[in-house]
């Protein structure tokens, strides 16, 4: 039986302002990716998150990204490998406080955003991510896009990895993410996005916006927690899957 993780981004209100339906999407998905207050999150916020993944048994990730709360880290910076490590080690330290506070450990490591996006190219940026990664949580996996330098860098270092596919995003021919700038790169139907991700871990393909067909396959699926109508998305796909015959498991469940 094929088996998948369904992640989801979470945690990414801050102060008086809510994003997300996180207490409903929270009972539905297997892991959790929690802000960690540079690119959205509070302490508060981290606090509620950590609780509720607890909970609802649901597998804690780092969702560390750029200090860029008003683009909410979707927009390119250019910083050294020093400052990324730094800004890495520093979230990564905020949210495993609050898990010793909750007693529960983290699973994985997910870089949000454009900090992602560019550790698919930037090679230095993929090692900075890395680096930080394993100094803080040695032997930790990082969710990574299949074939990008992030990918191939934790495999020279030796660090595991998780590869993550995308319900609610269009792709390049290269694998890559289409840019949120473009028509069509964030896909809203629940049922357009159930199909595409029930395809990728059924069949390894997905068509591109170019409308090629590629190889995509992988371990855990993510749905962005701000994406318009993602509650009904991961409804409309947890259902798809169990249809297909596919077990939605938390990440190294067998």
Same mark, same amino acid.
């Given at each position: 039986?094929?088996?998948?993780?369904?992640?989801?981004d979470?945690g990414?209100s801050?102060?008086?302002?809510?994003l997300?339906?996180?207490e409903? /999407?929270?009972? @539905?998905?297997t892991?959790?990716n #929690?802000?960690? $207050?540079?690119h959205a999150?509070?302490?508060?916020?981290?606090?509620?998150?950590?609780q509720?993944?607890k +909970?609802n048994?649901? $597998?804690?990730?780092? %969702?560390?990204?750029?200090?860029d @709360?008003l683009?909410? $880290?979707?927009?390119n910076?250019?910083v050294?490998y020093?400052d990324l490590v730094?800004y890495n080690?520093?979230?990564?330290?905020a949210l495993?406080?609050?898990?010793?506070?909750? $007693?529960?450990?983290?699973?994985?490591i997910?870089?949000?955003g454009?900090?992602?996006n560019?550790?698919?190219?930037d090679?230095?940026m993929? +090692?900075?991510?890395v680096d930080?990664? %394993?100094m803080?949580l040695?032997?930790?996996?990082?969710f990574?896009k299949?074939?990008?330098?992030?990918h191939k860098?934790a495999?020279?270092?030796? /660090?595991?990895?998780v590869l +993550?596919?995308f319900?609610d995003?269009?792709y390049?021919?290269d694998g890559?993410?289409?840019?949120?700038?473009?028509p069509?790169?964030v896909i809203?139907?629940?049922k357009?996005?159930a199909?595409n991700?029930?395809?990728m871990?059924?069949?390894?393909? /997905?068509q591109?916006i +170019?409308?090629?067909?590629?190889?995509?396959?992988g371990e855990s699926i993510?749905?962005?927690g701000?994406?318009?109508?993602? @509650?009904?998305? #991961?409804r409309q @796909?947890?259902s798809?899957?169990?249809?297909a015959?596919?077990k939605?498991?938390p990440i190294?469940?067998?």
């Amino acid at each position: 039986m094929k088996r998948i993780d369904l992640n989801c981004d979470m945690g990414e209100s801050f102060g008086v302002y809510t994003l997300g339906m996180d207490e409903e /999407v929270i009972k @539905l998905i297997t892991s959790a990716n #929690i802000a960690c $207050g540079f690119h959205a999150g509070d302490p508060n916020v981290m606090d509620r998150t950590v609780q509720m993944a607890k +909970e609802n048994q649901v $597998g804690i990730g780092v %969702h560390m990204g750029f200090p860029d @709360l008003l683009g909410f $880290g979707r927009r390119n910076m250019d910083v050294s490998y020093q400052d990324l490590v730094n800004y890495n080690v520093y979230q990564i330290g905020a949210l495993e406080a609050f898990c010793r506070k909750h $007693g529960v450990n983290i699973q994985h490591i997910k870089p949000h955003g454009n900090m992602n996006n560019m550790a698919d190219h930037d090679r230095v940026m993929a +090692e900075a991510i890395v680096d930080s990664s %394993h100094m803080v949580l040695p032997g930790i996996p990082i969710f990574v896009k299949p074939g990008s330098e992030l990918h191939k860098a934790a495999e020279k270092k030796g /660090v595991p990895v998780v590869l +993550e596919i995308f319900a609610d995003r269009a792709y390049h021919k290269d694998g890559t993410l289409v840019s949120r700038k473009i028509p069509g790169a964030v896909i809203k139907d629940p049922k357009a996005a159930a199909e595409n991700a029930v395809r990728m871990v059924v069949a390894g393909k /997905v068509q591109t916006i +170019e409308g090629d067909w590629i190889d995509m396959t992988g371990e855990s699926i993510c749905v962005h927690g701000d994406t318009q109508g993602s @509650l009904e998305i #991961i409804r409309q @796909l947890r259902s798809e899957l169990e249809k297909a015959g596919v077990k939605i498991a938390p990440i190294g469940q067998r």
